[in-house]
């Protein structure tokens, strides 16, 4: 070894500890190594497994690579003489020095559980009750609007999957508006996204208490109704907390327990029903096929929460595109099969409250409205456990960017969640489902929707050219077409909302304006 590099490491610096690169001594005589063999357990940082030169590196070259491997160190004094048996009484065990450092999101979450998240924000309690609401806008013709408001939400998920193959940080349409156009846009689309969330947990929770009547009809008391809902909250907000493994594990065995219904449903209605009465005999109406359509579009998002928790995903830039794909194709597939079962089993299907129950019990008898109630029971409870899932990753990932309090962005040291953030968005979903007043931000719910989906394929040209072509996991084809062609879309639909939901989308714009500039400068000390 050259004498300077000699003299450096006998001087015990912490930098004589430092790995020079791929195969060669580091300026302290610890050899390096690969970059491939970065990052196992004990290894030097940067370098293959360190070899240690007692005779070069010096006491305190000593202790700096042990406490870097995560060695176990021997303790001084009394504990030391224990811990060698010197006195003969006792032995201490050897105590591992930690790495100091804040807790962090755990990546728990893998490719099929990701693929469950988006599957459960699509199809949820919208498709029990859709095929009445579309036939009675559009009549017979009710079909061609599944097949054009099922290319929009196409358009718009090719654009999250792009989009979200870019990070690997919580956030969604909040981190890509951010990112591609500034803080202040960013927040308001994170800020519309979380009570659009909230609006929804609220209203699907009571739809849960109404389906679970058909079997407990206690539930369908006012008592029944709100036990039944704080139920199902608390007992979600609880998985939710105590680890993100237990909350997809569920969602998961719920996204399993919602399509078998909806699968014997189609199965068995392309048997035993009157199929071509699904085809329509005449151009429709063209306002109300678009009338049709946006009531469908909202239906059919929910894929984007898949893009929310991408700080505890395996691998999001690698899973998330092809999970968002997977689940949009399927989702409106089933939605476009239940839709011409339900025409082919009910004549009158645009005047009919319960569509899957009834046209389940025409073919089936009772047991297959039993199915299809059932099936309800599973689905409204699944897409729950995902908005209360991602919810609160929406308040980390706004709290860590400084537009809400800090404490909102910790993480629980030993179940490696957002603790605060799951309590808080918890507790805030109970008292407003309760009390119903979350009629009012449902109609936040649609423009909030096709806000964020505006500013995401808006963002895609901006994130592909700041990224290297070699760095990209997944690139739509036909240039800025297809996020073009999304933008269009949305804005087409953002113009067909009526004058409550106008008014009370730009009340939540106005009120995250509020929130974004009045916000303390304590708030801002959390890192981006």
Known sequence: MPAHEEDRCAAGGEAGHRSRGPGGPGPGGCRGAPADD????????????????????????????????????????????????????????????????????????????????????????????????????????????????????????????????????????YLYAREAFGPFIGFQAGWMFLFGRLAGAAAIANAFAAY?????????????????????????GALNYAGVRYGSMVVNLLTAAKLIPLLIFIGAGAVLVDLPAAVPAAPPDFQRLREASLVLLFALGGFEFASVPSEEVISPRRYLPTAIVIAIALSVAVYLLVHIVC????????????????????????????????????????????????????LYALAGGGHLPPALAKVHPRFRTPHVAVAVFTSATLPLALSGTFVTLAALNAIARLLYSITTCAAIPILRRRTPPEERTFTLPFGPLIPALGVAASVFLLTGVNRTQAMVGLAGLAGGAVVYWAKPRSWAKTPE
Not at 212 to 236: E, N, S
Not at 349 to 358: Q, R, Y
């Open 38 to 173: 970065r990052g196992r357990r004990g290894d030097h940082p940067g370098g293959r497994p360190h070899e240690h030169n007692s005779a070069t590196c010096g006491e305190a070259g000593r202790r700096r690579h042990r406490t870097l491997r995560g060695d176990r160190v021997r303790p001084s004094g009394r504990a030391g003489d224990f811990a060698e048996g010197r006195r003969g009484v006792a032995h201490s065990p050897l105590r591992r020095v930690p790495v100091t450092a804040r807790p962090a999101l755990v990546r728990a979450v893998g490719p099929i559980g990701l693929t469950a998240i988006a599957i459960n924000g699509v199809i949820g309690a919208g498709i029990f009750v859709m095929p009445a609401t579309v036939a009675g806008i559009l009549g017979p013709a009710s079909t061609l609007a599944y097949v054009l408001a099922g290319a929009v939400a196409i358009l718009v998920a090719l654009s999250f999957a792009e989009a979200g193959s870019y990070f690997d940080r919580a956030g969604g349409p």
């Open 212 to 236: 679970l009547g058909y079997f407990l009809p206690a539930m369908q008391t006012a008592a029944g109704r709100a036990t039944a809902i704080a139920v199902a909250i608390t007992a979600i």
């Open 343 to 394: 025409v082919g089993a009910l004549p009158g299907l645009g005047s009919n409250a319960t569509p899957l129950a009834s046209a389940a019990q025409r073919f089936l008898g009772p047991a297959g409205a039993a199915l299809m109630a059932a099936g309800a029971v599973f689905s409204t409870t699944g897409t729950n456990s995902t908005i209360l899932l991602i919810g609160p990753r929406i």
